[in-house]
């Protein structure tokens, strides 16, 4: 009788995280298909869009039409910019279901919804059903985790992995199910393939555990065995473009020195004001929570906590994003809090007024996917693009983009892409035919062979110099901005004068000749 009643519990346990799961998916997933790609804030603060977004979707799109799997690609040039594990899951998803926009966000919708799931698992066990409610209603409702969980970004992959890396260190907190190791080192593995050093968190907050360091030993043994095959065979195949992007670039110089910044704001207070500012009720859960946590000793959640905001310290970029990192391990304190049932229904009512809505349109973007439709032959200039790169994900031909900038030779980062003639200026770009060779074996000493990155991006000095530029290349089209229209020339015509921008089409390449 008892083992039929045991039986009986699992099978309700079960059900009812099947049905919070599926709950989750439709609250998250709610319009999903009606914000675009990068129309969504980051940071609703400093109003910074998603614009990595486009860059991710474009890489992974490339992956699954080409079948370059194991190198990550943008714009014909390599891009190690992350490990590929999202552009794997977004590109299967993109193959699988056809390349919408849906299915490029499905991964991380998934992820969420299953982070969701795991919270109120957590909190059902070491609580109670009204905690392990008000936990997750507070994480679904949260802003940022809203916003992230419908992007094709790696934030919310990331995330996943250290909650399943916590939760599994939660229930077997000395590792003694082979299982459960197993499922850590998985987890720390996977998180490394997705954000790279990030990926380590989960091994520095198994401080706040009773781990061993044996068990310690095995569970970076088994991430190793995740996570280092990619990358020793990129540093074999193209061992100068990954060490001088992914190692020093990336995990380097963006970490350490941070050549570029969004505000010049403390550290601390940065990332302090986003959170109160994003969602205080989230904030008021977890002071109010953290007393009854102290009391039962969670030291494996004081490490969580503690470890992402020495991170926050010790990162020197500055990005909202990261904030995600927190929020399930806020949400498990203001599960602890008095009066669940208050918080959850407050959070529940907190849904309405999540961001269903682009709140950054670009008007841009459909007269771009009306002249994708044209099928043109000749590339395409985008002169001070505002589409955030999802020119990039419409399948156009061959897309270049002119940017202003007073002085063009300042700022390279370590992999120097006005050296490889990625970035050029107007005039090396009329003399291209010139310059191209030099290029070429620039880009063959990094193991690039090819030159179909060269003239990405195009730097324009002062308005002026466009003149020149649509003249000596009638062979191209252009699209700019309407205030631009005074550098129309006769060999260009104008067409679908939308969104505050003008396209010019060129002649084709049999008659600028």
């Known amino acids: 009788?008892?083992?039929?009643?045991?039986?009986?519990?699992r099978v309700a346990f079960r059900l009812v995280l099947g049905a919070v799961f599926l709950l989750s998916l439709a609250v998250l997933g709610y319009k999903?298909?009606?914000v675009g790609l990068a129309e969504s804030y980051v940071d609703p603060i400093a109003k910074i869009p998603a614009q990595d977004e486009a860059v991710?979707?474009?890489?992974?799109m490339h992956m699954a039409q080409s079948g370059g799997w194991l190198t990550?690609?943008?714009l014909g040039r390599y891009a190690f910019y992350k490990p590929p594990l999202l552009y794997w899951v977004a590109g299967s998803s993109?193959?699988?279901?056809?390349?919408?926009?849906w299915a490029l966000r499905l991964p991380s919708l998934l992820a969420a919804s299953a982070i969701a799931t795991l919270l109120f698992a957590w909190m059902w066990r070491a609580r109670s059903l009204a905690a392990a409610v008000a936990s997750c209603l507070l994480l679904v409702s949260?802003?940022?985790f809203h916003v992230l969980a419908r992007l094709v970004l790696t934030d919310m992959l990331v995330v996943l992995c250290i909650v399943i890396a916590m939760a599994c260190v939660h229930w077997d907190s000395e590792l003694t199910r082979r299982r459960s190791l197993w499922i850590l080192g998985g987890a720390v593995g996977a998180a490394i393939m997705t954000k790279s050093v990030a990926g380590l968190l989960p091994l520095m907050m198994l401080a706040g555990s009773r781990i061993g360091l044996k068990r310690f030993a095995q569970v970076c043994g088994i991430a190793a065995l995740v996570a280092a095959p990619w990358h020793v065979y990129q540093l074999l195949v193209h061992t100068r473009w990954f060490w001088t992007e992914y190692v020093v670039t990336e995990n380097f110089t963006w970490a350490v020195a941070a050549p570029e910044q969004s505000t010049q704001e403390n550290q601390l207070w940065y990332y302090l004001k986003r959170l109160a500012v994003t969602d205080p009720l989230l904030c008021l859960a977890a002071i109010a929570g953290i007393p009854a946590a102290i009391r039962g000793?969670?030291?494996?959640?004081?490490a969580w906590i503690g470890v992402v905001f020495l991170a926050f310290l010790a990162f020197g970029y500055r990005n909202t994003s990261y904030l995600l990192l927190l929020i399930p391990a806020l949400c498990l304190a203001g599960g602890y809090a008095p009066l669940p049932w208050v918080f959850a229904v407050l959070a529940a009512v907190k849904l309405i007024t999540l961001p269903y809505h682009a709140e950054h349109p670009m008007p841009s973007v459909a007269a771009l996917r009306e002249y994708a439709s044209l099928h043109r032959p000749n590339d395409l200039i985008i002169i001070a693009p505002d589409d955030e790169f999802v020119s990039s994900t419409l399948g156009l031909r061959h897309v270049r983009y002119c940017f202003f900038k007073t002085n063009p030779d300042s700022g390279a980062l370590p992999l120097d892409f006005r050296y490889l003639g990625v970035t050029v200026s107007i005039a090396e770009f009329n003399r291209l035919g010139l310059e191209l060779p030099v290029f070429r074996e620039r880009l063959a000493a990094f193991g690039l062979d090819s030159t179909a990155p060269v003239a990405t991006v195009i730097l324009a000095r002062d308005p002026e110099e466009l003149r020149v530029l649509i003249a000596a290349h009638p062979e191209s089209d252009f699209s700019l901005p309407a205030g631009f229209v005074q550098f129309a020339d006769e060999k260009h015509t104008g067409w679908n004068r939308t969104a505050g921008r003008l396209f010019l089409l060129g002649l084709s390449r049999e008659a600028a000749r």
Do not use: C
């Open 1 to 9: 009788m008892d083992d039929e009643q045991d039986y009986r519990t």
């Open 32 to 34: 999903i298909n009606e």
């Open 56 to 60: 991710y979707a474009s890489t992974a």
């Open 72 to 74: 990550p690609m943008f």
């Open 94 to 101: 993109s193959k699988l279901f056809g390349p919408s926009l």
């Open 142 to 144: 949260d802003r940022l």
């Open 297 to 302: 000793r969670n030291r494996l959640l004081a």
